[in-house]
């Protein structure tokens, strides 16, 4: 099966031979692909004060065959450009200083997120193969109690949130029904939804962050958006005013978003959980892999009698949690009847990084074979990085 947009953020090699020489050569970048898998559409790190100490901000990119590349200089000083990397084999990327009028032009935005305060404070976001929303504080202080993360399914590559906001709001078509690009038709409810991290209490219960507190969009395309939320002080056992942080990033071609969670405020270890929600549409959909790298599930959607497809969840875990699980819910939410999890344990001044995310029958995801194949090769990924080597 062909690997779709494998992102490798922290572990990408970067920078393990740099030579200054040769300046009107501009910089060479080469990209090696350690594993037979090809992996295709991938967004690659890259330090950039290899290349800007060099050669400035403004840049002209063109891979080996003297295609133009786009790249985005990101928040924390990494530039990123997106291609096809078939397995054993090196790519090369050549830099230049842009020439003004000549090789700079606007690129395409495919990673784009916005906050909607005309709609309870929405934090949306998207990249070319599915859209997210975080509910904010006026949902918050309106009495809202949904927790998890929500799903926007698509099936188009080019941003449409803002627009289907934008009818929705004029009161124009449903964002609820599809009009050829995809729709809302996830159901989150007081629950971990498709993919929400949380802390356990001393009880056992899981401590469900509801909405964002602040949330600062860093990067906002072409290729990546990154997002900073800092959610509400919250009591966790004998801790008082604990504040949990997210650094949410989505990088185009990828299903799945990395997530780097951190908490302010605890004073001892706690059990912390990631977690999708199991509706009584499809109670026995989920799939638990026993090497505990991922887990899936395949939701029906809110009506699954109105022809809506099936939403394909997963999550990653970087590194082996302590176990994965599904535990049911007593009393059921709405239609929530369980969550499948990984728990782990989380220490203060960690940071804890998962990833998680979804696709749809109709944009893109053939069935669950599909889409666990696609999380085990997103897994292996991890494991074994792309080496890039600034030259």
Not at 144 to 155: A, E, F, Q, R
Request: with cysteine; hydrophobic share 30%; aromatic share 10%.
């Amino acid at each position: 099966m062909k690997i779709y947009g494998i992102r490798c953020r922290y572990v990408v090699l970067v920078a393990t031979a740099i030579c200054f020489c040769s300046c009107s050569r501009g910089v060479t970048v080469s990209v090696y692909n350690p594993t037979s898998n090809a992996r295709n559409g991938q967004v690659v790190e890259i330090d950039a004060s290899a290349i800007t100490n060099r050669l400035g901000t403004s840049l002209s990119v063109k891979d080996d065959k003297g295609s133009p590349v786009t790249s985005q200089l990101t928040y924390d000083n990494k530039i990123l450009i997106q291609g096809d990397f078939p397995g054993m084999e090196s790519r090369r990327f050549i830099f230049r200083k842009a020439q003004e009028g000549a090789d700079v032009s606007p690129a395409d935005t495919f990673c784009v997120g916005q906050i909607r305060h005309d709609m309870q404070d929405d934090f949306t976001w998207e990249n070319d193969r599915g859209g997210y929303r975080l509910y904010g504080p006026s949902y918050r202080k309106g009495g809202g109690n949904v927790s998890g993360y929500d799903i926007w399914t698509k099936s188009v590559d080019y941003p449409v949130l803002a627009s289907r906001y934008d009818d929705h709001m004029a009161g124009k078509i449903s964002y609820h029904k599809d009009y050829g690009n995809g729709m809302d038709v996830y159901t989150v409810g007081h629950t971990l939804g498709a993919g929400m991290n949380a802390l356990v209490l001393p009880s056992g219960e899981i401590a469900y962050p509801c909405a964002y507190q602040e949330c600062d969009i860093i990067d906002n395309g072409p290729l990546r958006m990154t997002a900073k939320i800092t959610c509400y002080p919250e009591t966790v056992g004998d801790d008082e005013g604990v504040v949990e942080t997210r650094i949410i990033t989505l990088d185009k071609g990828s299903w799945l978003n990395r997530t780097e969670v951190s908490y302010e405020g605890l004073s001892k270890e706690q059990g912390l959980v990631n977690g999708i929600v199991v509706h009584k549409q499809n109670p026995d959909g989920y799939v638990l892999d026993e090497g505990l790298r991922y887990l899936a599930y395949a939701d029906l959607t809110d009506n699954p009698a109105n022809d809506n497809g099936t939403i394909y969840i997963g999550i990653v875990n970087a590194e082996e949690p302590e176990i994965i699980v599904y535990e049911g819910l007593d009393p059921n939410v709405g239609d929530a009847v369980g969550h499948i999890m990984s728990r782990t344990s989380y220490k203060p001044g960690e940071n804890y990084i998962y990833y998680w995310g979804s696709g749809w029958s109709k944009g893109g995801v053939k069935d669950m074979n599909a889409w666990t194949e696609y999380l085990e090769g997103f897994h292996d990924a991890l494991q074994h990085p792309l080496e890039v080597k600034v030259k």
